[in-house]
């Protein structure tokens, strides 16, 4: 059996489009820890090896690549948008949030929720005009279109959607509901 380099390791994960905490937290190390055995500072214990090599395997088998699963066109907002148009578009497609994408890059989100938290404190009233910009809040992660579908659903676990890009220009977009009608 051929033990692979700290490079071989680095450029196989680079290659399947993971970062480094997505191998970490598919291998259940530390980030740290891989960046140190990809830096070779760290001679890691054969079964740390073996389970990064068991992640880098699995994701290089996987048939299913975010771009296999994404839906388009992406349903979203600029920042300079009135509020009233994502609140229109959430309601007439029964969403909760949306991406705040600006020349086809993604700068943030906005949901129901910092809506509703605006009108809460005060910051919202009918009558006054506010732009997207005003309630918005951090994005939605990105992945390369190549990503495993096995990575995508466990970065879900921790968010509600999924951006995909290509060459830093949103393709698509990924939600827990996507996952679910594979299944089904």
Known sequence: MDIPTPAELKAKRMQLGL???????????SQSMVARIEAGSVDPRTSTLIKIVDVLKSAENSTLTAADIMHTPVLCVS??????????????????????????????????????????????????AHDVRDFMEPGFPTVPH????????HILQQNHAVIVLD??????????????????
């Open 79 to 128: 920042p300079s948008d009135p509020i009233s148009r994502a609140v229109e578009i959430m309601g007439k497609n029964s969403i909760s949030q949306l991406p705040v994408i600006e020349s086809g890059v993604p700068v943030g989100c906005i949901s129901e929720s910092a809506i509703i938290n605006a009108m809460e404190s005060g910051g919202l009233q009918k009558t006054h």
């Open 167 to 184: 060459k830093g220009k949103v393709q698509g977009v990924i939600t827990k509901h996507d996952l679910i009608s594979l299944i089904v």
């Open 146 to 153: 190549s990503m495993p579908v096995e990575t995508v659903v």
């Open 19 to 29: 970062k480094q905490a997505d191998v970490a937290r598919l291998a259940g190390i």
